[in-house]
Every structure is written in C-alpha cells, then in structure tokens.
Antibody, heavy 123, light 107 residues
C-alpha cells in the first residue's frame, strides 16, 4: 500500500525541540521531492519545508528558517523534520506529503498525504 | 508571498445543489492552481490539479476552471459525502500558498 506514516509529535515546552519522522512505503521514495505541511488547530494549511529527491536542496517557509531542518534517508525511506526553538505558533498537525512529480524539478503540489502528527507547544 | 483568497469562507447547501467556490490570487499564477478536499479529521486529498484537471478517481460532479488570478471550483450536485473543507493552492511561486479554506455543509 502506498502510504506515509508520521511519528514523533507530542507535547513540548516553548523553546524546546522535537524531531518528526515519516515512513514511506509502497513507492520509490527516492524518486520524489518530499514536503512537510502543517495545520494549526482549526486553521488552514501552511507549507513548511521541502527537500529534493537526493537531499541536496531544501526550502523553508520564512517563519521556520534557522529553526527547522528537513532531511531524508532514502535508504530507509524516511523523511525527517528537526524542529528547534519551538513556540506556540508552531502548534499544529504536521503532515508528511509527496510531490506529484517524478521530475528533477518539484511541481510544488502534493498527491499523497500522511495522517499527520500533532505537535503541541505549551508550558 | 502570493496571497490566495477564497470565498465564501463557508457555505450551507442542500443535497443536489450546485455550489461554486472562488479563489483569487494576488498575482498572475497562470494555471498553477490546485484544489484539495479535507474531510473532518482527515488529511487533505488532491482533487483537481493545474486549474482544471480532475485527478483519477474523483467523481465527475467536481470541476474547476480559471487562469491568471481568478479561479472557480464547482460541485455540480452536492452529495452528503462532500461535506468537507476545500482549499486552493498555488504552485507558481515559492512558497506554495493555500487559500484559507471553504467549509461546505449540508443544509
């Protein structure tokens, strides 16, 4: 089955860190750009970060630059998001998503989503 | 960043009604506009890509059109299973940005 399964969410104090993981299965993970999208409780969707197929390029929304790091392990079919200096504004469900294309260049939209993992930043 | 503005933010309609959602981009995005459906408690699901291309398996009652800055999404005959929030998303410029969503309810 083609799927993405996130893990690693939970409660964290302001200023803390968390590492999210995403396990991919059912498709050739290394052929796809991968992305994290988040959704604050009751709010809309926000693109967070993307990584090229081979991990050599990464892109971030301005609000997380310098605090979050996206990475991948193609041998383990896994995507990661290292989150540091967390604040209340980072509270959200974080979705692992797959770019639609097999191309070298991302299309920047997404055809496969995981169920998400909830990150709650609170004291 | 490209701002995507959807309207209405919510709507209530009867089963069988035709409903239309609009999405306005703050600048020309050609046809790099995509529509997602998010059912309550679930992840979003891509319905329509590149302004008007229905994804495989999506019922034909869903359609969309537009280019440039103005886009529309239509459900020809609303069904109970269409209860969801619908989002547009542009992919022409980084960062990819989403509309704020349109919540569709049954009257």
């Amino acid at each position: 089955e083609v799927q993405l399964v996130e893990s690693g969410g939970g409660l964290v104090q302001p200023g803390g860190s968390l590492r999210l993981s995403c396990a991919a299965s059912g498709f050739t993970f290394s052929n796809y750009w991968m992305t994290w999208v988040r959704q604050a409780p009751g709010k809309g969707l926000e693109w967070v970060a993307s990584i090229k197929r081979d991990g050599t390029q990464t892109f971030y929304v301005d609000s997380v630059k310098g605090r979050f790091a996206i990475s991948r392990d193609n041998a383990q079919n896994s995507l990661f998001l290292e989150m540091n200096s967390l604040g209340a504004e980072d509270t959200a469900v974080y979705y692992c998503v797959r770019d639609v294309t097999l191309s070298v260049v991302s299309r920047w939209y997404f055809d496969l989503w995981g169920r998400g993992t909830l990150v709650t930043v609170t004291s | 960043d490209i701002q995507m503005t959807q309207s209405p933010s919510s709507l209530s309609a009867s089963v069988g009604d035709r409903i239309t959602i609009t999405c306005q981009a703050s600048q020309d995005i050609s046809e790099y506009l995509h529509w997602y459906q998010q059912k309550p408690g679930k992840a979003p699901n891509l319905l329509i890509s590149d302004a008007s291309k229905l994804e495989t398996g999506v019922p034909s009652r869903f359609s969309a059109s537009g280019s440039g800055t103005h886009f529309t999404f239509t459900i020809a005959s609303l069904q109970p299973e269409d209860i969801a929030t619908y989002y547009c998303q542009q992919s022409d410029y980084l960062p990819p940005t989403f509309g704020q969503g349109t919540k569709v309810e049954i009257k």
